[in-house]
């Protein structure tokens, strides 16, 4: 649509639409209070950290795991859903992983949550619009300027243990 940007995925979005419109296939109930069926629903989402290139084979490892499963019925339609629905580029986050890069949009939901307020205004004018984006530039540059750089939240250890899960 624009020239020059890329489309990220959100790990974050990517588990509550599995979660919101997945699990109710008559198992939210099941979701909700079984660890063990919880944990299957898990293994889907999983599916994000793989390699693309080893992605087909993975959901196909996954299928056959799933029929043999306690919840193979809860769960036939649960991976349907996933398959049909969501294309690999819109919810793998493994080259975000090999790169350092966030998996989730929180960053940039949090400066649109932020200039909405600072516009305070459902109809603002393109003045207004402007001057907002002006002071939330200035405002992200002093903060950059006092913390030398932009903090990172993921601990170290975190970081490294998610690298070696993939």
Same mark, same amino acid.
């Given at each position: 649509? =624009?020239? !020059?940007?890329?489309?990220?995925?959100?790990?974050?979005?990517?588990?509550?639409?599995?979660?919101?419109?997945?699990?109710? +296939? !008559?198992?939210? /109930?099941? +979701?909700?209070?079984?660890?063990? =069926?919880?944990? /299957?629903?898990?293994? %889907?989402?999983?599916?994000?950290? #793989?390699?693309?290139? /080893?992605?087909?084979?993975? =959901? #196909?490892?996954?299928?056959? +795991?799933? &029929?043999?499963?306690? =919840?193979?019925?809860?769960?036939?339609?649960?991976?349907? +859903?996933? /398959?049909?629905?969501?294309?690999?580029?819109?919810?793998?986050? %493994?080259?975000?992983?090999?790169?350092?890069?966030?998996? #989730?949009?929180?960053?940039?939901?949090?400066?649109? !949550?932020?200039?909405?307020?600072?516009?305070?205004?459902?109809?603002? #004018? %393109?003045?207004?619009?402007? &001057?907002?984006? @002006?002071?939330?530039?200035?405002?992200?540059?002093?903060?950059?300027?006092?913390? !030398?750089?932009?903090?990172?939240? @993921?601990? &170290?250890?975190? @970081?490294?243990?998610?690298?070696?899960?993939?």
């Amino acid at each position: 649509m =624009f020239a !020059g940007i890329e489309f990220r995925p959100c790990f974050f979005h990517l588990q509550k639409s599995v979660i919101r419109d997945d699990v109710p +296939y !008559g198992s939210k /109930e099941l +979701y909700d209070n079984n660890e063990a =069926f919880r944990r /299957e629903v898990n293994l %889907i989402l999983a599916l994000a950290f #793989t390699p693309i290139e /080893e992605l087909s084979m993975a =959901f #196909t490892k996954l299928r056959e +795991y799933m &029929e043999d499963s306690t =919840f193979a019925e809860q769960m036939q339609p649960i991976l349907d +859903y996933f /398959e049909n629905s969501f294309t690999i580029v819109k919810w793998n986050v %493994i080259k975000l992983v090999m790169s350092d890069e966030p998996r #989730t949009s929180n960053s940039i939901e949090f400066f649109n !949550g932020q200039l909405v307020r600072t516009i305070a205004a459902s109809h603002p #004018t %393109i003045w207004k619009l402007i &001057e907002s984006l @002006r002071n939330e530039f200035a405002i992200s540059e002093q903060k950059c300027l006092q913390d !030398g750089l932009v903090k990172k939240r @993921r601990s &170290e250890e975190s @970081r490294i243990v998610i690298l070696m899960l993939v």
